[in-house]
């Protein structure tokens, strides 16, 4: 039996879990950001994951892990002394197939000082990597997505001189070993009877979305996930490119697979901005179970809850609109569309809101016995680094299980 350390950045919180290699979740940590869209929000990361392995150990003492593996937004850009240019800041407007290159002009702009002195650039995942090993990598979830990163050519198209160019740490894969923990870090973070010392594996994870493809098990033709966070992507994998009008493809984790995506750039933090307005106004925070309980309930008498409930109704609709989109491209090719989705996040977690989202999209609505998919995901990326599977869809099979379904009512 094997135990890994998993952490996710976020755009508001870390959330870290030790996962061992059965698929169990040993314990679970979230620690807020408070400098959430400012010019150094990495600082945070490694505080926040020094404070969630104490809170993990504590739950489970007697827990010896056997590496790490890190997975975060993207494209987040990070240089050394931690300016920050998170994913959701705009970037330059300049026809490229990287997702990354208009990114690393906006922070050359922006950060004319720093783009000049800084060794080195990194993506969140590998920022906190590189905080922890001493090791720059860049972090590459399968060949195919080099140019929606970067090439020689595509780095020179956008006016980036060699000496430029080389700030961008070299490629590792997604599984691969990242760097060890170092003395300095393993001194920083405690815990050495937890297995947490000098030497300890740290393995690549992937961006963010990447994840949580494998924590649903979104790694065969056919399946289909709805990935939530601050933003939202619903996700079908194929044996072929999938395109489409709002359609987003890109290649999948696995090698021959494809992802097509249609996004809901905003979901997630136009929600968390109602939630914050509705403390203000009730002077009380609320769980997030508790406020979809009362929203959910809402019987139209407060103006207030009435509109947070027409949010979530809102939102199952724009959900159901890219679903038929996907579902309308897939069929075209001569594909199946599948009549479940696997949903993860917060959302997860409320059965209410999975209810009122599968009445209103129509289609099974599963959840997994990890919902943090990022999480789960790293899981199978580093027990597939270890050797303890001999692939990334083996890992997700064995890992990721559907603990419940919710039917649409015109089914029942």
């Not at 194929?238 to 009008?245: A, F, I, K, L, R």
């Not at 090719?333 to 009445?359: C, E, L, V, Y």
């Amino acid at each position: 039996m094997k135990t890994v350390l998993c952490a996710d950045i976020g755009t508001s919180s870390l959330k870290a879990a030790l996962i061992d290699s059965t698929g169990k979740v040993l314990a679970k940590s979230r620690r807020k950001f408070l400098l959430v869209n400012t010019d150094h929000s990495s600082k945070e990361w490694l505080p926040a994951l020094q404070n969630a392995v104490q809170e993990l150990f504590l739950a489970t003492p007697e827990t010896v892990i056997d590496g790490i593996c890190i997975s975060g937004n993207g494209p987040t850009l990070v240089s050394v002394s931690g300016e920050t240019l998170m994913w959701s800041d705009k970037a330059y407007n300049v026809p490229s197939k990287s997702l990354f290159i208009p990114r690393i002009l906006a922070f050359k702009d922006k950060y004319p000082s720093v783009w000049k002195e800084t060794k080195y650039i990194f993506g969140a995942p590998e920022y906190l990597i590189w905080l922890l090993t001493d090791s720059a990598v860049s972090i590459l979830p399968e060949e195919r997505f080099r140019e929606a990163y970067w090439t020689d050519e595509l780095l020179a198209q956008a006016g980036l001189c060699e000496e430029e160019c080389n700030k961008l740490p070299p490629f590792k894969m997604t599984t691969q070993q990242a760097g060890t923990i170092s003395y300095k870090c393993a001194s920083f973070l405690g815990h050495e009877e937890n297995g947490i010392k000098a030497g300890l594996k740290v393995y690549c994870g992937a961006p963010d979305f990447i994840c949580a493809l494998a924590g649903t098990g979104t790694l065969k033709p056919g399946v289909l996930c709805d990935r939530a966070g601050s933003s939202e992507g619903i996700n079908f994998c194929s044996s072929e490119p999938v395109y489409g009008d709002g359609i987003r493809t890109l290649p999948s984790v696995v090698p021959g697979l494809w992802n097509a995506s249609v996004l809901l750039p905003d979901s997630g933090s136009s929600f968390a901005a109602f939630k914050q307005k509705i403390e203000r106004e009730t002077g009380r925070t609320y769980e997030y179970d508790e406020l979809m309980d009362t929203l959910i309930s809402s019987d139209g008498t407060n103006p207030t809850l009435d509109q947070g409930k027409y949010h979530l109704i809102q939102t199952a609709l724009d959900v159901k609109t890219a679903v038929q989109t996907l579902a309308k491209a897939v069929k075209e090719k001569g594909h199946p569309f599948p009549d479940r989705m696997t949903i993860t996040g917060a959302q997860a977690s409320n059965r209410k809101r999975n209810q009122m989202k599968a009445d209103i999209t129509g289609i099974r609505i599963c959840v997994t016995e990890c919902p943090d998919a990022e999480l789960m995901g790293d899981a199978v990326f580093a027990f597939t680094g270890m050797g303890i599977f001999d692939s990334i869809p083996q890992a997700s099979q064995a890992l990721v299980r559907i603990s419940d379904t919710f039917v649409p009512s015109v089914e029942e």
